[in-house]
């Protein structure tokens, strides 16, 4: 007899437990350790946000300072991946770059071993590295040399001033900040559950950051707001705005930056990145971003409750291809940016994976699944095939 499963994406099953995020999908509320996400886009940095998700608390001002130190001591890449970087083909995807880089960062570890403590100073490598590695490549493909590190600056500012070549105002720097903090984690996504997986067997802390790296690669994941991108510049004027989103509908396609997995309310990140993409953008030459943005959700919804009956709300990725845009990154670097964000959750992730609280039997993930092939045949030898 033929079973059938349904493929859900293991959409409802409980993996296991975690104290780092929390998603209530029915209400839109997003916490990382307790701490709405609201209340600390307003009021925390992506440094102390990442402090929180990695220790569990927020730090008094000496230990901020202290991580702040740490963060900005492995901001400079090594000289061997600084080479392997130029030896690469300038056609390289970025996130195959990124993904490939963190191999050899591995060789350049801090710390050997596997105790809390040594996977703590790894992971704080790992987050200041990724946004050097991103603008050093950005750098070397348009044949460039990769700009050093300002100690004086955050890290949000540092990676524009090593991406764009020049020093961010405030304001710009503030909301490259906000924007980190938003995607520095969102409980079991695909990307964090591919690196806990391979947290799990054991694997080091880069190894299991590269299989996130990996899955947030995908277009229905990471990929998403540079798809946002794309269909914004290849409809390129307000008015072409409802054609083309009724014409995804008749195709049977989606439109990238509305709807998610979790969500049946409006992504509160979502709520966040489209008040700063107007203050960004209105007084911007290419308000025009915004307008189609916010017109692409509109007709998105209308159209959407016409067919299905029922709503369907913007999410994470919607605005933040026009908030990156306006900022001077290319589409192609989208993911790689919203990769360097979420290390701090990827290796939070990683270190709870290896070391829960209170303390239980390693387990190794191993779903089952059921078999819908053939049945039991003899082999044949291949004269007689």
Same mark, same amino acid.
């Given at each position: ?288 971003? !915004? ?79 059921? !078999? ?6 003899? !082999? ?6």
């Amino acid at each position: 007899m033929t079973l059938f499963v349904e493929d859900t994406g293991l959409r409802g099953v409980k993996a296991a437990t975690t104290k780092i995020s929390m998603v209530d999908g029915q209400n839109g509320i997003l916490l990382y350790r307790g701490y709405s996400i609201e209340e600390l886009a307003r009021k925390s940095t992506f440094e102390e946000t990442a402090y929180l998700l990695l220790y569990g608390y927020l730090p008094n001002k000496e230990q901020l300072e202290k991580f702040s130190d740490d963060v900005r001591e492995f901001r400079k890449l090594p000289d061997e991946l600084g080479e392997s970087l130029k030896s690469l083909s300038p056609a390289t995807d970025p996130m195959c770059v990124l993904q490939a880089s963190l191999p050899t960062l591995s060789a350049h570890s801090p710390m050997n071993g596997e105790t809390k403590d040594s996977n703590m100073k790894k992971a704080i490598h790992i987050i200041s590295s990724m946004p050097s590695i991103i603008a050093g490549w950005k750098r070397i493909q348009n044949g460039e040399e990769p700009l050093k590190p300002r100690e004086e600056l955050s890290t949000a500012a540092n990676f524009l001033y090593m991406f764009n070549g020049e020093v961010p105002d405030d304001n710009l720097a503030r909301f490259m900040d906000i924007a980190m903090i938003l995607h520095a984690d969102h409980t079991f996504n695909a990307s964090t559950f591919a690196a806990r997986v391979v947290a799990s067997t054991g694997a080091n802390m880069y190894a299991a950051v590269s299989a996130g790296v990996g899955a947030l690669s995908g277009p229905l994941h990471g990929g998403a707001n540079a798809q946002v991108m794309r269909n914004l510049i290849d409809m390129n004027d307000p008015d072409k705005v409802e054609e083309w989103v009724t014409k995804q509908f008749e195709r049977g396609k989606r439109v990238a930056g509305i709807g998610h997995a979790v969500y049946r309310t409006t992504d509160p990140r979502a709520t966040i990145l489209q008040e700063m993409a107007y203050d960004l953008l209105k007084d911007h030459p290419e308000f025009q971003w !915004y307008e189609m943005t916010e017109k692409m959700a509109e007709v998105t919804q209308k159209l959407f409750y016409e067919k299905k009956g029922r709503a369907i709300y913007p999410n994470v990725d919607l605005y933040s291809a026009s908030i990156y845009h306006a900022m001077g990154i290319h589409h192609d670097f989208f993911p790689p940016v919203f990769a360097m964000a979420r290390a701090a959750g990827w290796t939070a992730h990683v270190i709870e994976e290896k070391f829960p609280n209170p303390p239980v039997k390693p387990v190794l993930y191993r779903p089952s699944s059921i !078999y819908i092939g053939e049945e039991m045949r003899p !082999y044949v030898d291949i004269s007689k095939r």
